[in-house]
């Protein structure tokens, strides 16, 4: 079936308005034509291998942003802002298809994002995209990614216990209507460190999502084994 965030991002209305222009060139190649997916691809994948690397994934995002917003750097900042949700877009995407050994080489396709994976790459930065924009509204108490000197990539409980509340509009889950914040703060700390990092966030959003079986969770639940 046809994916489209278009109708999710009513759903986050204290999401940023930068995490929205992040998400306008790749919502459209996720739910374009193939021609304009296969026209990204082979400007993604220049050498023409099938095999890109987080590299690559990263500078094709930030030339992709930096057409689509030429003025003033505005693409550049953007890119830089939500540089740290492109590595879970790109983990999770390059892990969908099965993994195989690479012929002539150590690495194996799980290190690299395939053709086939291509157009859930596109959605996962969408998706991605709108978690770091949560986590970096909670870290640092308010603010936006790329634009808060108090942001130091983890939240703590102070942080969860003072903002969880300001969140709960949020078109994800795990989010919404928490009653006991101490223990969803534990869930999302799996290492037990007193610190939810973005990986740990992610993770637990994912999770959330899938268990509910919403429109994200049916689009992050492709290709995982246990799901």
């Known amino acids: 079936s046809q994916f489209t965030l278009t109708g999710i991002l009513d759903d986050f209305p204290g999401s940023s308005e930068r995490v929205k222009k992040i998400i306008v060139p790749f919502e ?7 021609s304009g997916r296969q026209a990204a691809w082979r400007i993604l994948d220049n050498n023409g291998n099938g095999h890109v690397s987080l590299a690559e994934f990263d500078s094709w995002v930030q030339k992709t942003l930096m057409l689509r917003y ?3 750097q505005e693409g550049l900042l953007l890119w830089k802002a ?13 892990d969908i298809t099965p993994d195989s050994k690479i012929k002539g080489t150590s690495a194996s396709n799980d290190d690299y994002i395939q053709w086939m994976e291509f157009k859930h790459s596109c959605r996962y930065l969408c998706i991605y995209g709108l978690m770091f924009d949560t986590f970096a509204f909670i870290d640092g108490y308010g603010g936006e990614p790329g634009k808060d000197k108090d942001d130091d990539r983890r939240i703590d409980s102070n942080e969860w216990n003072t903002m969880y509340g300001k969140v709960s509009n949020s078109g994800f889950v795990g989010l919404q209507g928490i009653t006991d914040p101490t223990a969803v703060f534990r869930k999302m700390d799996s290492d037990g460190h007193g610190m939810v990092l973005l990986k740990e966030w992610c993770e637990y959003l994912k999770k959330t ?4 079986d ?3 969770g049916q689009q992050l639940a492709v290709g995982d084994s246990d799901s």
């Open 214 to 216: 919403t429109e994200i």
């Open 70 to 72: 030429p003025s003033q």
């Open 82 to 94: 939500f540089r740290p949700s492109y590595i879970r877009a790109f983990l999770d995407a390059a």
């Open 28 to 34: 459209a190649l996720a739910t374009g034509p193939r």
């Open 209 to 212: 999502e899938i268990e509910a």
